[in-house]
C-alpha cells in the first residue's frame, strides 16, 4: 500500500495559481499511474488529471485543459499538479491517487482505476 500525503492548497484570487504536490510513501510508484481527483461541495468526485507511470501520456478532463498540467518525478516519488487561470469553479477537495495499472486511458481516467487516496487538500478560488 502507498501514503499520499497532498500539499499546496488554499484559498486564491480568480485568474491565480496553485501547485499542488503528492508525495507518495511506503512503495514507489514508478510503476503506476497517477491521478488528481477533485469533489466539490454537494458533488461527486470527479477525474482532473492523470500522467501514465513513465511520463509518455497525459489526460485532462476537459474543464480543466489548457489550464492545468499533471506531472511526476519518479526519483522523488512525486506528483504535481500546476493550476493556471483558477475559477471559482475549481473549488473543491483536491485528491492524488495511485492506479492499480500503468497506463491506459479508459482505466486511468476514472476513480475505479485507483487503489490508494491521499486525504485531500482544500482549494478556494475566491471572485
Known amino acids: 500500500q502507498v501514503q499520499l500525503v497532498e500539499s499546496g492548497g488554499g484559498l486564491v484570487q480568480a485568474g491565480g495559481s496553485l501547485r499542488l504536490s503528492c508525495a507518495a510513501s511506503?512503495?514507489?510508484?514508478?510503476?503506476?499511474?497517477m491521478g488528481w481527483f477533485r469533489q466539490a461541495p454537494g458533488k461527486g468526485r470527479e477525474f482532473v488529471a492523470a500522467?501514465?507511470?513513465?511520463?509518455?501520456?497525459?489526460y485532462y478532463a476537459d474543464s480543466v485543459k489548457g489550464r492545468f498540467t499533471i506531472s511526476r518525478d519518479n526519483a522523488k516519488n512525486t506528483v504535481y499538479l500546476e493550476m493556471n487561470s483558477l475559477k471559482p469553479e475549481d473549488t473543491a477537495v483536491y485528491y492524488c491517487?495511485?492506479?492499480?495499472?500503468?497506463?491506459?486511458?479508459?482505466?486511468?481516467?476514472?476513480?475505479?482505476?485507483?487503489?490508494?487516496w491521499g486525504q485531500g487538500t482544500q482549494v478556494t478560488v475566491s471572485s
Open positions: 511506503g512503495r514507489s510508484i514508478s510503476s503506476y499511474a
Open positions: 500522467v501514465t507511470y513513465n511520463s509518455g501520456s497525459t
Open positions: 491517487a495511485r492506479s492499480g495499472y500503468g497506463s491506459g486511458s479508459y482505466a486511468i481516467t476514472a476513480s475505479a482505476g485507483y487503489n490508494d
